[in-house]
């Protein structure tokens, strides 16, 4: 395993160091409950907006606090859900009074740990919660019987959106609404060329022959629904669009955010190459990409693949996506 | 029994062979889930294992309360608030009980597990810690039917959460992360099923 | 060799067609030529900053075109100079009739052929070019009688800096000087963990055992000054941070721009791990971080490892810094 | 010797042998370089050998120009320019020569060989393609003195940019990418002046 780290068991709280001393003009780090607020907060009146999850998705959730995104982000171990605790911190110390969204991620462990962090937050400090759970990874097939769909690269668009929107004043029922549309309208399906390692762990997650790719990734390094021969990025591009496509029930004319995500280790060359087949395809099919990201944004430490977020979008949202951020991993109008 | 200092010594133990055993349920949970259930589960346990010395506890209601909430505080992943909300549920049942026997510890157990339901809303076949879990409390209820004491019936629980797991090998999980991989994840033994086992043979070693 | 693209020689130019597709509102590509410029250009009376390079590097140079930054980017071949007709055209296309300036990374290969472009430009059509060299490698040895250190880091910053400059009506002279300026006032170290693998060759450049690194990589793919052991992230920063804080002779009191670039391949979390170290032996010194970035920024297609850049800064630098961009490598203020 | 056809078999020749060396261009360049030398030159060379098809000239000199143009413009690299102006310069010398003896050849290879040096700067000793030319040029001058002809002075160039590509190989570099290595240099064929020997024996196959 080679990594810049100094000890398997101290990478988070070194990189929440490092994450502290790089933007303490816009972030503030409690490094005993791993927990990243923005500077300024809370605000009076402000629907408080909390994310967290495992850590190994740089730079999600804490590089998305700040100024219209998220007030507090709460850092799991590496691919673990972060615990109550944290949250039910987080919870009091961003709440302005109109309740609290959380924001989550749909993985077992997440949603345990963020309930039993809302009963406690409302139970100790009466403070409103709601949660938005996403679930847009179309690789999982979904089922009243199954722990349903993963929450992946729509968990960005959504921070961002519903971010401005709570910066603008939208209530918690408001913000809790438009959440839950923008993860109904968002899908999302990944791939990767090789697996990552957890430095606990020491070794790749999971093996593939020097031909193979995994389609159906998450972010957590975990195999995929199949393995397939590597193939171009054409190919690959078809593999993706096509499901979220037909997930969404994208028609001609429809217009759409994009994302073209990298997991960690793939040269962003790469990722315009990927956005290139992807744009041409839904260009051919008469989607109207509106706005577009490129690069590293939900990741899984340096694995190596690309996954591919598309959103149905109106006005509010567009008009919320172009409003300004200035998080340490998005920004812009300010 | 001292109920009190059998739990502390239940706890004592299940850190030994969490610790002992953390690469294989590493293993298991690489092959599908995230390979952190090794991880996971030290982190708790090496917390809980070290709760008798740092403090004094009027009855084993107020310590296995505390063994959950620092399984809670300190495991995240799906199996802290399953194994945390466990020891919650136990320990409000056994109250301030001073000695345990079948009977009480199988009310506590039917919490405990309960909790486990509760929160997790698995059901028997969905290749989950409940696969283990579920078999273990009837088998259990089983001995104590039959008229077996504490050890007998530990012991019927062991027996059954064990076959409990060996059948998660052959199952398609429809909950938890190993459900992402649909068909993928037969032929693989559920790494929870498998620490619920190591809790029970816990159990059955210092309680019984 | 596993990456998503469709032909090892078709690479660079799918990447430009997705970098076209993904930020028509900022940029514009000439796919024939290989240049990338920004919409906006040229404007009379506005110095040109022309830069380019061998392409893999991403997103340095065509991501860092747009207001406040470059005027346009040339790209070569994959870790190949571009040819002297890319600049000439570019050189031409971003006069705005008061000269251009061309920013070249100190290799052999880019100097010859600026070179060559600026006397034919000059010739041709009677512009008034200057190029500034960078040269901020400090792995490299400096001599009279050798190709001397090589341009990475630093040319991020110093296009940010001398883009400010131009954009505020600064003359080719002042741009030159200023140019020169951050290019003595700033330094860079580089290390790799990994090799990485130019598409047409199709295997590593480098072979690197399980426990080895390279100290004093460049920053295209070709082995370092020496391979030693792997080490914590803490050792690493030291190997990093002392030979540019000696050699930019910094002392208690001064204030620098740190960069904490990853080399492609490198998840964030390890770029804030070294960032928190670098950050606290700066601190130790005396030295004062005035702005940072980490992240990827000049990069070696998916190798791992990463780069450490310090710049003296001075009150104009730092407003150079700190006045408006909009490229899709870097953006803030607007 | 009609001079124009002689110098498109060499393009034609070159391209060839430089797609056969690619591979072996491109190993000694990632050994103290970036691994691109057999690429670049493969992109120039089957450029020029085309040109002869695309176009009419003039005569030797319209041709070598455009020969080392399409070099400069398509090559990239440290290469592209300094084999670029090598053409450029020895077109410019050979004017309008209609044949050429190995007193017309010598002086363009002056020019060709000056512009190289003018452009590059490196020393005998740098570890670069001039550690080919320097001693090919001077071997040839030596083998017309001596009364040879085109072809004994080709020869004689091909030999002498033999031993200054073998004596690439313990020198350390002071030029181009692989003098960032310093010591770690050593031991490595210099690709360009492996490159250089290759036109050298092209050259001798096909204009003498
Ligand atoms: N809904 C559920 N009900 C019961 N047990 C579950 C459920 N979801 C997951 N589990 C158990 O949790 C185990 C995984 O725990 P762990 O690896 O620590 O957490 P995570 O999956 O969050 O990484 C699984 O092997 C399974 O036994
Ligand atoms: N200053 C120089 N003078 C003469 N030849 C040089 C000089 N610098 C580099 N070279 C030659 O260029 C060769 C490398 O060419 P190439 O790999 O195509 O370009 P690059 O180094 O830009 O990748 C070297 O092997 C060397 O012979
Ligand atoms: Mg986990
Ligand atoms: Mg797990
Ligand atoms: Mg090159
Ligand atoms: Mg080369």
Not at chain 1, 150 to 155: F, I, L
Not at chain 2, 53 to 66: C, H, R, T
Request: hydrophobic share 45%; charged share 20%.
């Amino acid at each position: 395993m080679k990594k810049l780290i100094n000890d398997p068991d101290n990478v988070i709280s070194d990189a929440l160091q490092g994450i502290a001393a790089a933007h303490p003009d816009r972030i503030k780090v409690d490094h005993e409950n791993r927990i990243i607020y923005r500077t300024d907060g809370p605000r009076e009146g402000k629907v408080g907006l909390v994310s967290g999850g495992g850590s190994g998705h740089e730079p999600l959730h804490g590089g998305f606090v700040g100024v219209g995104m998220l007030d507090a982000a709460c850092a799991g171990e590496m691919f673990t859900s972060p615990v109550p605790d944290q949250m039910m911190a987080a919870t009091k110390a961003v709440d302005g009074g109109v309740g609290v969204l959380h924001i989550v991620k749909n993985y077992t462990g997440d949603v345990l740990n963020f309930e039993m962090a809302a009963e406690l937050a409302e139970a100790e400090a009466g403070t409103e919660v709601r949660s938005v759970v996403t679930d847009d990874d179309v690789a999982v097939q979904d089922s009243l019987f199954t722990a349903g769909r993963r929450g992946v690269g729509v968990t960005v668009l959504l921070e961002k959106i519903v971010g401005a929107a709570a910066e603008d004043g939208a209530t918690l029922d408001e913000c809790f609404n438009l959440a839950t549309r923008v993860n109904e309208q968002g899908a999302t399906m990944g791939m990767a060329l090789t697996s990552c390692t957890v430095p606990a762990a020491g070794k790749p997650t999971f093996e593939l022959a020097d031909d193979e790719m995994e389609i159906g990734i998450g972010i957590h390094g975990e195999p995929g629904r199949e393995t397939k021969k590597l193939a171009p990025a054409k190919d690959i591009a078809a593999m993706l669009t096509e499901p979220v496509v037909s997930d969404l029930g994208l028609a001609e004319g429809d217009t759409v955010i994009a994302m073209m995500n990298g997991m960690g280790g793939t040269p962003l060359i790469e990722l315009y190459v990927m956005y290139n087949e992807v744009a041409a395809l839904l260009d051919a099919a008469g989607i109207k990409v509106e706005r577009n990201l490129v690069g590293n944004y939900i990741t899984s430490l340096e694995m190596a693949g690309c996954s591919l977020t598309l959103l149905k979008v109106d006005d509010e949202m567009l008009r919320h996506w172009d409003a300004p951020v200035n998080t340490p991993g998005l920004r812009w109008g300010v | 029994m001292a109920a009190l200092s059998a739990f502390q010594a239940w706890m004592s133990d299940f850190a030994e062979v969490i610790g002992q055993n953390a690469e294989h349920l590493t293993d298991l949970d690489r092959a599908i889930g995230d390979g952190d259930h090794g991880s996971n589960m030290t982190r708790g346990t090496s917390k809980t294992a070290a709760l008798a010395e740092a403090e004094e506890f009027d009855n084993s209601a107020a310590y296995l309360k505390k063994v959950g909430m620092t399984l809670v505080s300190n495991v995240g992943g799906a199996s802290g608030p399953l194994f945390g909300t466990f020891f919650l549920r136990l320990g409000g049942a056994l109250g301030d009980a001073e000695d345990i026997d079948a009977a009480t510890f199988g009310k506590a157990l039917h919490a405990g597990v309960g909790g486990v339901l509760a929160r997790g809303k698995a059901e028997v076949g969905d290749k989950t810690m409940f696969d283990a879990w579920s078999p273990a409390l009837e088998a259990y209820d089983a001995a104590v039917t039959d008229g077996g004491d504490l050890q007998a019936a530990l012991q019927a629980a062991v027996d059954g959460a064990k076959q409990g797991r060996d059948a998660t090998v052959d199952l398609v999980a429809r909950k938890g992360r190993a459900s992402y991989l649909g068909e993928r994840s037969k032929g693989h033994q559920d790494p929870g099923a498998t620490s619920t086992v190591l809790l029970l043979e816990s159990a059955l070693r210092t309680l019984a």
